[in-house]
């Protein structure tokens, strides 16, 4: 098993800068990659990016080139999104996902999950 808790959300402003973090324990050596959806009210969830948990090596859905950077901590255990130039229309609910054997881009590809966290922006 893996948990997986999301931090850094907040009430934001367009234009402002922010770095979401996600926090991981248990059995992450067997994980294969980590991923960023995010879910605002009434859509669907929808993928941001993904991250091979062992290279480093990022893939972004092609609406969040530019502004969504992934990356990831081996050391502390920790994945992180940060995102530049918030927009009224990142206001969602932002989850860290974990999965051992592949990586996806659908959130049914994914096992582990977190609570989510937060974000909402401002005009």
């Known amino acids: 098993q893996v948990q997986l808790v999301e931090s850094g959300g907040g009430l934001l402003q367009a234009g402002d800068s922010l770095r979401l973090s996600c926090a991981t324990s248990g059995r992450t050596f067997m994980l294969a990659a980590m991923g960023w959806f995010r879910q605002a009210p009434g859509k669907e969830r929808e993928f941001v990016a993904n991250i091979n948990w062992n290279t480093g090596l990022a893939y972004y859905a092609a609406s969040m080139k530019g502004r969504f950077t992934i990356f990831r901590d081996n050391a502390k255990s920790r994945l992180y999104l940060q995102i530049s130039g918030l927009k009224p229309d990142d206001t969602a609910v932002y989850y860290c996902?974990?999965?051992?054997?592949?990586?996806?881009?659908?959130?049914?590809?994914?096992?582990?999950w977190g609570q989510g966290t937060h974000v909402t922006v401002s005009s």
């Open positions: 996902a974990a999965d051992e054997k592949r990586l996806g881009t659908h959130r049914t590809e994914y096992d582990y």
